[in-house]
């Protein structure tokens, strides 16, 4: 099935990014010292995006979509802020190991310049993609200044709402009115998935971490992570909260 893109806006992007890269480095002065809400990161990550990559959740989303899989990740909390350098110092051994980035959140477009920051210390590893999902559309990022300055950065975007009522077949999406658009030029290898489909069941991924913590990755079926709790409050377990993509 082709790949279907927004193409007024998408040339814009393509045009902006190949200018860009012609004077990339005077125009991108280090921006470590800049803060940003993390609500956490792993890898190795097979099931948001193509390959291996590393997953990084932001923290702050005022879209608050109904039967958002991650309201843990609406609040900004001054516990989790910190420094792009801290936090690229934390991610190293994963940009080093994986073939690509996966950024969620939250809402990775209500920390802008954060993201850029993060985005443009990314792109010294040359070997990784960069997937960024978005409830914004292309076109509202396009539309404001902050924002649109990320875009040069990336490589794949999974932009729109969550829409609960909507149809969940696609692959590495929420809802199926979320569209995968490829903005960069080595991204379009991965014009096949722009409108596949789930084959069968989806995969999740499940890590405990070293605090305890019980963490899903992945888009589930709808409805599934409902059952895996009441499974889990049958045997006594109970969750603090349900936290996923």
């Not at 045009?15 to 010292?33: I, N, V």
């Not at 702050?60 to 936090?87: D, W, Y």
């Not at 590495?172 to 069968?200: H, I, M, P």
Request: aromatic share 8%; glycine share 8%; hydrophobic share 35%.
């Amino acid at each position: 099935m082709p790949c279907k893109q927004p193409k007024s806006v998408m040339s814009e992007v393509r045009l902006g990014q190949r200018e860009f890269a012609k004077f990339e480095k005077s125009l991108c002065p280090s921006r470590t010292s800049l803060d940003i809400y993390v609500g956490y990161y792993s890898w190795p990550i097979y099931v948001l995006g193509p390959g291996k990559r590393v997953g990084l959740w932001l923290q702050g989303c005022t879209l608050s979509c109904p039967g958002c899989m991650s309201p843990h990740l609406f609040v900004q909390r001054s516990e989790n802020k910190m420094t792009i350098a801290a936090l690229m110092e934390q991610l190293r051994p994963g940009l080093l190991s994986c073939e690509g980035v996966t950024i969620s959140g939250g809402e990775p477009f209500e920390q802008p310049h954060a993201l850029c920051a993060v985005l443009e210390q990314v792109a010294q590893f040359r070997h990784l993609d960069v997937m960024v999902y978005s409830g914004f559309t292309i076109e509202e990022i396009w539309q404001d200044s902050d924002k649109r300055e990320t875009l040069r950065w990336i490589d794949m975007l999974m932009d729109g709402r969550f829409d609960v009522k909507a149809t969940n077949r696609k692959i590495w999406r929420g809802s199926d009115n979320q569209r995968l658009l490829l903005l960069s030029e080595r991204a379009q290898k991965y014009a096949e998935f722009c409108e596949a489909q789930v084959n069968g069941k989806r995969t999740m991924q499940v890590e405990m971490t070293e605090a305890g913590e019980l963490r899903v990755y992945g888009i589930p079926e709808r409805g599934a992570l409902r059952k895996v709790e009441k499974k889990l409050q049958r045997r006594g377990i109970r969750l603090k909260t349900l936290a996923g993509k």
